[in-house]
């Protein structure tokens, strides 16, 4: 039978790749990179405490203490995720959607190294060679096209980069915060951990952006339709991330999450028509060579 985390993280995945071409819309009904990452947390919070008190209430055990390693890992969790996310946001206006992407799936390495030193948790032999596919993918992925002049340290090469090293970095502290709940319920400690992460970046952007960008929260309450659907999308594929992270190591489920790599060229086609070139191509290939390895081992 097929594990929890497997089907809980393909569909995290599936939800991502749909928030992120939302959230890249975003930056032309008149957004800033911050309104744009922004619009992620803050409809996304009230959506995020109303499943936990839910589940608290339903579970009738009453609400679980939350200690200090908690809240270290929650905040070092969502301090890195707002900042992946203006990186990524930034990103996409340097390369298309699928490679801009897939610069931030250098995360899985660094997630797979600081995972076993924080919390513990190690790969077998197998499960590096997952891991090592996939970055093989993500070079073929992010060398820029001949033509075009650039070389593979560019600017988005350095965006992705750090966008990728603090999603992994977000993904440790969301493990290591749901790991903290003392509740057996996978979906409570999820949403709870979700719940207090997604208010903590509310408050935290909100405030950077009242003292940075002056009136672009009011523009990002206008605009509540689009940025709605990326707060709604945010909310409901963090929950898998979360209910994924509570059932198994961070590396393993971002590794198969890479699948929304292949989501993102099939919207990057379609919905943007950008072209992919073969060596895009070839490096899907290799990441999907790692996610069927992922997925074979669970």
Same mark, same amino acid.
């Given at each position: 039978? @097929? ?14 790749? =749909? ?43 009453? @609400? ?6 908690? $809240? ?50 190690? /790969? ?8 090592? +596919? ?15 002049? &650039? ?17 992994? =970095? ?9 790991? &903290?709940?003392?509740?057996? !319920? ?10 207090? %992460?997604?208010?903590?970046?509310? /408050?935290? @952007?909100?405030?950077? +952006?009242? $003292?940075? &960008?002056?009136?672009? =929260? ?16 945010? %909310? ?10 509570? /059932? ?11 699948? !929304? ?12 028509? *950008? ?20 997925? *074979?081992?669970?």
């Amino acid at each position: 039978m @097929m594990p929890l985390w497997i089907p809980v993280t393909l569909f995290a995945a599936t939800v991502q790749a =749909i928030r992120f071409s939302l959230q890249k819309r975003l930056k032309g009904i008149g957004l800033s990179t911050g309104g744009a990452t922004f619009s992620r947390f803050f409809f996304a919070a009230p959506l995020a405490a109303l499943a936990a008190a839910v589940l608290i209430w339903a579970g009738g055990q009453g @609400m679980p203490a939350l200690g200090a390693r908690f $809240w270290a890992f929650a905040v070092a969790g969502g301090i890195s995720q707002i900042l992946a996310t203006f990186f990524t946001v930034a990103l996409f206006s340097q390369r298309s959607f699928a490679v801009g992407i897939a610069f931030t799936k250098t995360e899985t390495v660094q997630v797979a190294l600081f995972s076993g030193l924080i919390l513990g948790d190690h /790969l077998t032999g197998w499960g590096w060679l997952a891991v090592l +596919l996939g970055v093989a993918g993500v070079i073929l992925l992010s060398h820029p096209p001949r033509a075009s002049g &650039e070389t593979l340290f560019n600017r988005g090469t350095l965006l992705g980069l750090a966008a990728g090293a603090l999603f992994g =970095i977000s993904a440790i502290g969301y493990r290591g915060a749901t790991l &903290e709940i003392a509740r057996d !319920d996978p979906l409570l400690r999820a949403a709870l951990a979700l719940a207090c %992460v997604t208010t903590f970046q509310t /408050l935290a @952007m909100g405030a950077w +952006l009242r $003292w940075r &960008e002056p009136g672009e =929260i009011t523009r990002v309450a206008r605009a509540w339709r689009p940025t709605g659907l990326v707060g709604l999308a945010g %909310v409901v594929g963090s929950f898998g991330w979360f209910t994924a992270f509570t /059932l198994e190591n961070a590396a393993y489920v971002r590794s198969l999450g890479q699948i !929304d790599l292949v989501l993102s060229a099939v919207i990057s086609v379609i919905w943007f028509h *950008e072209r992919l070139r073969l060596a895009e191509v070839v490096g899907m290939l290799l990441l999907m060579a790692g996610i069927v390895l992922i997925v *074979e081992m669970g």
